[in-house]
C-alpha cells in the first residue's frame, strides 16, 4: 500500500460523538486526501491537502473537518458523527501535480460505523 | 464537466475465458485515465494507467486497456480470466484543478470468476 498506513483499521462510536482518523504515510508525497466510499458511489472526495497547513474541500466535505500539520500525518475529524457517515474511508497520497500524472496511492481504509 | 461512466455494474465470466470490462468517459480535454482494482475488504490498486503516450497500455496481472478518443472509451480487458481476478474495478479519470490533480471515479464494476 505504498507506505500509507490508516488508524484505526475498524470503529464503532455512538451518534453525536467526535472521532478522529489518521493517515500516515512514509513517502513524502505533498498531497493527501480523503475518500469515503459506499456502495454504488464509487469513491467520492471528502478533503484534500496540497501542503503543511493548506487544505481544502471535496465534494463531500460537509460533517468533516481535516488537519495536516506535518507532511506526513493527514487527519480527517468527524465533529459530531452522523449515521450517515457510516462508511470505509481510505487515504490517498500523490506526488507534486508537476510530476507524475495524478495517480494516487491508497492506503488500507478505515472501516467506520456510527450506531 | 469531467464524468466517468462504467457500463456494467457486475461482470460473471468463466475462469480462463476473456474479461471485458468497459468505460466511457467525458472530459473536454485529453485526459489522463486509469484502472484501479479493489479486492475484498483490501485497499485501491492501480492497475494501469494512459497518459497519452500509447492507445494500447498494458498493466499488471495481463491486463490491458485501448484509448478510443472517438468514442471515449477506455475499457479494460484481459484474454483468460483467473479465479484470483475477482474483484471490483475502478475506471478513473484525472483532472488537474487548483494546481492539484483530482479524480473522478466510475462507480465500480463487480468482477464474478465461476470455475
Known amino acids: 500500500d505504498a507506505g500509507i498506513t490508516q488508524s484505526p483499521r475498524h470503529k464503532v462510536t455512538e451518534t453525536g460523538t467526535p472521532v478522529t482518523l489518521r493517515c500516515h504515510q512514509t513517502?513524502?508525497?505533498?498531497?493527501m486526501y480523503w475518500y469515503r466510499q459506499d456502495p454504488g458511489h464509487g469513491l467520492r472526495l471528502i478533503h484534500y491537502s496540497y501542503g503543511v497547513k493548506d487544505t481544502d474541500k471535496g465534494e463531500v466535505s460537509d460533517g468533516y473537518s481535516v488537519s495536516r500539520s506535518k507532511t506526513e500525518d493527514f487527519l480527517l475529524t468527524l465533529e459530531s458523527a452522523t449515521s450517515s457517515q457510516t462508511s470505509v474511508y481510505f487515504c490517498a497520497i500523490s506526488e507534486s501535480a508537476g510530476q507524475g500524472t495524478g495517480e494516487q496511492y491508497f492506503g488500507p481504509g478505515t472501516r467506520l460505523t456510527v450506531t | 464537466a469531467q464524468s466517468v461512466t462504467q457500463l456494467d455494474s457486475h461482470v460473471s465470466v468463466s475462469e480462463g475465458t476473456p474479461v471485458l470490462l468497459r468505460c466511457n468517459y467525458s472530459?473536454?480535454?485529453?485526459?489522463?485515465l486509469f484502472w484501479y482494482v479493489q479486492h475484498p475488504n483490501k485497499g485501491l490498486q492501480l492497475l494501469l494507467k494512459?497518459?497519452?503516450?500509447?492507445?494500447l497500455v498494458k498493466g499488471i496481472n495481463g491486463f490491458e486497456a485501448e484509448f478510443k478518443k472517438s468514442e471515449t472509451s477506455f475499457h479494460l480487458t484481459k484474454p483468460s480470466a483467473h479465479m484470483s481476478d475477482a474483484a471490483e474495478y475502478f475506471c478513473v479519470v484525472s483532472l488537474m484543478m487548483d494546481s492539484s490533480y483530482k479524480l473522478i471515479f466510475g462507480s465500480g464494476t463487480r468482477l464474478l470468476v465461476r470455475p
Open positions: 472530459s473536454s480535454y485529453s485526459p489522463s
Open positions: 513517502e513524502n508525497h505533498r498531497y
Open positions: 494512459y497518459t497519452s503516450a500509447a492507445t
